[in-house]
């Protein structure tokens, strides 16, 4: 079987399809839209789409992934930008939280798949939440080796119990139900959180 992508005029068509899911998903809504809807969108056959995407979930993914790492790669130069574990912690959960309500707002078709993607468990997902888990595990280790933040508690469990008090605001799953809790509620379990990493 030929690889999905081999040129960019393979590129240009992959790109096109996806601009046509985006119009469909944001006319329709991911659930309700099929391959066959796509195809008649953009003029092509269904089986050509597949020739391109195995699924509906592949060509959503495409959509996600993009979305997702372009917040982790901003929320990533705001950590960058230096200071001590405390205030790269702080900067990095407002930063995912601001992004996250402004997916939700700005472009809400791909808040949808986003949340489809966190609750399906798809790669898009998968590798946003490794990505966020890695970002935090950096600060906080570097937070202990500086003697900000206490280092009796195993380091992955200290990890995991930050990530669920964050999830509230981060995952696009759940961050719907919690809007109207924003900002206070994320600046209070931010505090929390740095209170409980206190040596």
Known sequence: ?????????????????????????????????????????????????????????????????????????????????????????R?????????????FFQDRKIYDIAAYSAAEQWGSAIAYKEALKAMLLEIVKSGRESGEFERKTPLDETCRAIFYAMAPFVDPLHLERNLDLLPDAQTEVTGLILRSLAP
């Open 91 to 103: 900067r990095m959960f407002k930063s995912l939280t601001t992004l996250g309500v402004e997916l």
């Open 1 to 89: 079987m030929d690889a999905p992508t081999r040129g960019p005029a393979e590129h240009a068509v992959r790109d096109q399809i996806v601009e046509a899911a985006n119009e469909c998903f944001a006319r329709y809504g991911y659930g309700k839209t099929t391959v066959a809807d796509l195809a008649r969108e953009i003029g092509f056959s269904k089986a050509y789409i597949y020739r391109f995407f195995e699924s509906k979930q592949a060509i959503g993914e495409a959509i996600c992934s993009s979305r997702l790492e372009r917040i982790v790669a901003e929320t990533r130069a705001i950590v960058d930008e230096g200071g001590s574990a405390t205030e790269r912690f």
